[in-house]
């Protein structure tokens, strides 16, 4: 039975409410600050905290619940004699339920405050009292998600009294937040690029259907420390995504921010089908879908700039699992809104993530994010490539970066259009994506060539210019090739493999 609640929230949502229900059945509340002047105004008889601790909030609140008269009335075990004799002893009262939500860390430490300030919004009482009533569970009921508090209620209106289930499960979440909460702040205060201990700090934003096959379950999170683009998108249309949409998305809109350009990259199962640059979204729509008219049914598009009416009714001859943009025009909304299962995303934020992770089996693969290009462009051929030739070349290495290694990616007119990856030699993704690409000028490699046989493929194929980062100890052959055969080709010291 609940006889004294300790309540101290910083989001108010729900709290008078339950305050109300509690002083329905007789719970003495007690609170902090500006929780207390809120519910006292709204007619809650509430007691504050001073009054229990005989000691007055300080430090600018920092120091208000930090007090054996709350922390006794919290930790005491009721069963155990000796607790209940202590603090019988220092005139302690138990505290029965612990209501606490957070200072705000997760949203201030996105939002562009100087360090100082964030660091007021570190929680220290908050995350105490939690961590003392969670660890005391089975004598007290805590409450750390809003949520919360219509099962607690529920609980209390049907048997008096919460159950040692939800008790338990009530102690567990508080653990859960806190390991976020301690995560986020440690990232935050933490220099060191790979600290001791991996700190991560996520939160649940829904769970899905299943994962990449429906009989596996997944969920998707957000991370609370990083506002990237893939926890920032607008669905506007369509149904919610799912595991494999997901991870799709967030290769073709990071294809598409790597261009300043007007681009469009078509995406299937992970892998980038067309890639291209226009004058406007329907021009480079269009190439990118002349790419692998193929390939793109079924897939994901995503523009870097706003869609209108023309091209939203080139997009919806074809069945695509979603279109993602910056903005779209209201008149091409309308149009793609008449295909209703069609996702339909405004992507309101470019990719921050400069760490990337991958579980293994009993662990975690953590590294920085390929984020570089180029190191030097260095023509090594007797042949020098042209100025337009040359940025082709750097478009080709960009599309490069996303694709599975072995990656080779031909280019025509700025279009990406052969695209071979995924294998586990060099010369079968250099034929496969020459076939494809029939009439590409432009080659580009995510790895060095150790054979000149991909020069030779390459020169039977109408390549006039290659991309490479150099590095191998037979660079030579590929560059005495390339002069035999009046090619040229440019190192940049950069490997991008993406496994």
């Not at 193929?294 to 699992?321: H, P, Q, R, Y």
């Amino acid at each position: 039975m609940i006889k004294r609640a300790l309540i101290s929230v910083f989001n108010k949502d729900g709290i008078l409410d339950f305050s109300r229900f509690l002083e329905a059945k007789d719970v003495e509340i007690i609170s902090t600050g500006g929780t207390y002047k809120y519910l006292k105004e709204n007619g809650v008889n509430v007691v504050e905290i001073n009054e229990v601790t005989d000691f007055p909030e300080m430090l600018d609140g920092r120091v208000k619940t930090l007090h054996p008269k709350i922390h006794g009335g919290i930790l005491a075990i009721r069963d155990n004699e000796e607790h209940m004799k202590t603090i019988a002893e220092h005139d302690i009262n138990t505290i029965d339920m612990v209501v606490v939500n957070l200072y705000p860390f997760f949203e201030k430490v996105k939002e562009d405050l100087e360090f100082d300030e964030k660091v007021e919004f570190i929680d220290i009482g908050g995350p105490t009292m939690l961590r003392a009533a969670a660890k005391n569970f089975k004598d007290v009921t805590v409450i750390s998600d809003v949520k919360d508090y219509a099962r607690v209620k529920e609980e209390i209106e049907t048997s008096n009294e919460v159950s040692l289930k939800t008790k338990k499960l009530l102690a567990g979440k508080v653990f859960n937040l806190m390991s976020a909460y301690d995560g986020a702040i440690a990232n935050f205060l933490l220099d060191e690029e790979y600290p001791e201990y991996l700190s991560v700090s996520y939160k649940k934003l829904q769970d899905l259907r299943y994962g990449e096959n429906p009989h596996q379950s997944a969920a998707y999170y957000g991370s609370t420390m990083v506002d990237g683009a893939m926890n920032g998108f607008e669905i506007l249309n369509g149904k919610e995504l799912s595991y494999n949409n997901i991870k799709d998305l967030d290769i073709a809109w990071k294809v598409t921010s790597e261009f300043e350009e007007t681009t469009c990259c078509a995406l299937k199962h992970n892998t980038p089908c067309g890639v291209a640059i226009g004058e406007n979204s329907y021009d480079a729509y269009i190439k990118a879908y002349e790419c692998d008219p193929t390939s793109i049914f079924g897939g994901i598009v995503a523009l870097n700039k706003k869609v209108d009416k023309k091209t939203a009714e080139e997009m919806v001859k074809i069945f695509l699992e979603i279109v993602a943009a910056p903005d779209f025009d209201e008149d091409a909304l309308e149009v793609l809104r008449t295909k209703k299962n069609l996702r339909v995303l405004k992507m309101n934020k470019a990719p921050k993530d400069n760490k990337f992770m991958v579980t293994v089996d009993g662990g975690i693969l953590v590294q920085e994010e390929d984020q570089k290009l180029i190191d030097e462009i260095k023509v090594v051929t007797e042949k020098q490539p042209s100025k337009e030739e040359l940025e082709q070349l750097i478009f080709g290495m960009k599309v490069v970066k996303y694709v599975k290694s072995n990656a080779i990616v031909v280019v025509n007119n700025y279009k990406a259009t052969g695209i071979g990856g995924g294998q586990v030699n060099r010369i079968w993704p250099t034929i496969d994506a020459l076939k494809r690409g029939a009439g590409a000028t432009i080659l580009a490699s995510d790895a060095f060539f150790p054979f000149s046989d991909i020069v030779e493929e390459a020169s039977k194929n109408g390549i006039k210019a290659i991309i490479q980062p150099g590095g191998s100890m037979r660079d030579k052959d590929s560059i005495d090739k390339c002069n035999e055969l009046g090619i040229s080709m440019v190192f940049t010291g950069i490997r991008h493999f993406k496994h």
